[in-house]
C-alpha cells in the first residue's frame, strides 16, 4: 500500500499530540516560548508549498511514486536531496516546540526511518531507472539529509 509522507507526517503529529495529552512528560519549554514551535512549523509547510511550485516549473510530478520527467538538482536540492522531507522533520520539531513535550521529541527518529525506509529507498530507485548517470552523479555529489 502506497501511504504518501503527507500521512506519515500527520500521523507523527498525532502521535506527538496523543503522548503530550495522554503521558505526560517533562516539559522542554513553556509559553510563550513555545509559539516559537508554531512559527518553524509554518516555515516548514511555506518551504514545501514553495518547492511545489519547482516541480511544476520543471513540468514534473511531487509525486513520490509516479515517474520523473525532471530531475531537480537546482535551489534546495543542490544542498540536499530530500528538501520537502527535511521541511517536514522541521516541521515535526515545531510541533514538539509548540508542544513543549519532550516525549514528543521521540516521534522524530520514528518518522525519519519509515520515510527513508517507506518513501525515499522507492524514490531513489525510480530515480536512478529514470535518469541513470545523471542521477548517480547527482548521488554523489549532494547528501541526502543535509
Do not use: Q
Amino acid at each position: 500500500m502506497k501511504i504518501y509522507p503527507p500521512v506519515y507526517l500527520l500521523i507523527a503529529a498525532l502521535m506527538m499530540a496523543g503522548l503530550h495529552y495522554y503521558v505526560p512528560g517533562p516539559r522542554f519549554i513553556e509559553p510563550p516560548l513555545t509559539y516559537i514551535g508554531c512559527g518553524v512549523f509554518a516555515l516548514g509547510l511555506v518551504v514545501v508549498i514553495l518547492m511545489k511550485r519547482s516541480f511544476d516549473k520543471a513540468d514534473t510530478t511531487i509525486m513520490p511514486y509516479e515517474e520523473s520527467t525532471a530531475l531537480l538538482t537546482g535551489g534546495l536540492y543542490a544542498f540536499s536531496r530530500n528538501p520537502i522531507y527535511v521541511c517536514m522533520v522541521a516541521g515535526l520539531a515545531g510541533v514538539a516546540v509548540a508542544f513543549g513535550s519532550l516525549l514528543g521529541v521521540i516521534v522524530i527518529p520514528f518518522f525519519i526511518w519509515i520515510i527513508h525506509a517507506r518513501v525515499i529507498a522507492i524514490e531513489e530507485a525510480m530515480l536512478e531507472d529514470a535518469f541513470g548517470d545523471d542521477y548517480l552523479a547527482y548521488k554523489a555529489r549532494v547528501r541526502r539529509w543535509l
